[in-house]
């Protein structure tokens, strides 16, 4: 019975980390593609941070609202109807979230990585104001964004989507070398119980 609770974790856990992987290669894949997408992604992920990292939002509203409505601000194509501007500020604020707490650059947030495509997707997000904090990993994605700039200008939003092609390329490669490492073991904690 303990073989076949294992075997079923396997497949259950291998199944996980390539949906993960899918759904990580679909984000890439976007902002690659789409340059508007890219700039959106990029300019949502780099405000999420500075703002987490410099203090200005320090809360779940400011998370919940002020993020969100910053997500919609960034939504300027002519063209787009009111729903359409909604739906993709969704999109980016929800994937935002989850690229930026699962790979990790910031602390104390809290998301399902699910495709948020489907309005009716429950993400399960969770925001510990306490514990809003920005890693490491964030210091490291700001100063790719800004090289030596001192002040926003064309350049630094090139080199914000620059850094963020090179983020989600790591961020697949982790998705990746996670489930080689994890599955390895299962799979040699199947091969003693043979």
Not at 15 to 30: C, P, V
Not at 165 to 177: A, G, H, R, V
């Amino acid at each position: 019975m303990e073989k076949l609770d294992l075997k079923n974790q396997y497949e259950a856990i291998k199944a996980k980390f390539e949906q993960d992987l899918e759904y990580a290669q679909g984000i890439k894949e976007a902002i690659e593609k789409d340059e508007n997408y890219c700039m959106s992604f990029s300019m949502a992920l780099l405000s999420l941070i500075l703002n987490i990292a410099n203090g200005v939002w320090s809360t779940k509203s400011h998370i919940k609202n002020d993020f969100r409505d910053f997500t919609r601000q960034l939504i300027d194509e002519p063209g787009l109807n009111k729903t359409e501007i909604d739906t993709i500020s969704r999109i980016i604020y929800f994937t935002v979230l989850q690229v930026a707490s699962i790979y990790p650059l910031v602390g104390g947030i809290s998301i399902d990585f699910i495709d948020v495509s489907n309005e009716d997707a429950n993400t399960n997000l969770q925001i510990k104001s306490s514990k809003l904090s920005a890693h490491a990993s964030a210091q490291e994605y700001m100063e790719m964004c800004f090289g030596d700039e001192q002040v926003f200008n064309k350049g630094m939003l090139h080199k914000a989507q620059e850094a963020t092609k090179k983020l989600m390329k790591d961020f697949c490669d982790k998705i990746d070398c996670d489930a080689n490492r994890i599955l390895t073991k299962l799979e040699d904690l199947l091969q003693q119980d043979e």
